[in-house]
């Protein structure tokens, strides 16, 4: 079972920029969620092993999904509003065949596609 690591969460006021971070540990697919309370988990952002990229409308020119060489992966959030406080999560797949999956997948259908989560990290915007 893999585990991974969030970090970067914190308080913001609104217009403003938070950058989280996953340690993600050899991972092929990669992907950001959030979950408001009393909600269900939703897709934010979406990436495949070719560096392919999905978003969440709602997110959508504010918030990029991205990785570095050494297996962290990364969610810049600008002009974070207060309907964006959430517990956020990042996801993985350690398996190459998780490309295979259709982009919207990424967000819609996660547990088709993604095997790894972290614990999340809480993102409050006043």
């Known amino acids: 079972h893999v585990q991974l690591v969030e970090s970067g969460g914190g308080s913001v006021q609104a217009g403003g920029s938070l950058r989280l971070s996953c340690v993600t540990r050899?991972?092929?697919?990669l992907g950001w969620f959030r979950q408001a309370p009393g909600e269900e988990r939703v897709g934010i952002a979406g990436?495949?092993?070719?560096?392919?990229t999905v978003y969440a409308d709602f997110v959508k020119g504010r918030f990029t999904i991205s990785k570095d060489n050494i297996n962290n992966m990364y969610l810049q959030m600008d002009n974070l509003k207060p309907e964006d406080t959430a517990r956020y999560f990042c996801?993985?797949?350690?398996?190459?065949?998780?490309?295979?999956?259709?982009?919207?997948?990424?967000?819609?259908?996660?547990?088709?596609?993604?095997?790894?989560w972290g614990h999340g990290t809480q993102v409050t915007v006043s």
């Open positions: 990436m495949r092993g070719n560096g392919r």
């Open positions: 050899s991972s092929y697919c």
């Open positions: 996801a993985a797949a350690t398996y190459r065949a998780c490309d295979n999956n259709r982009l919207d997948q990424f967000l819609e259908e996660h547990a088709n596609v993604f095997n790894a």
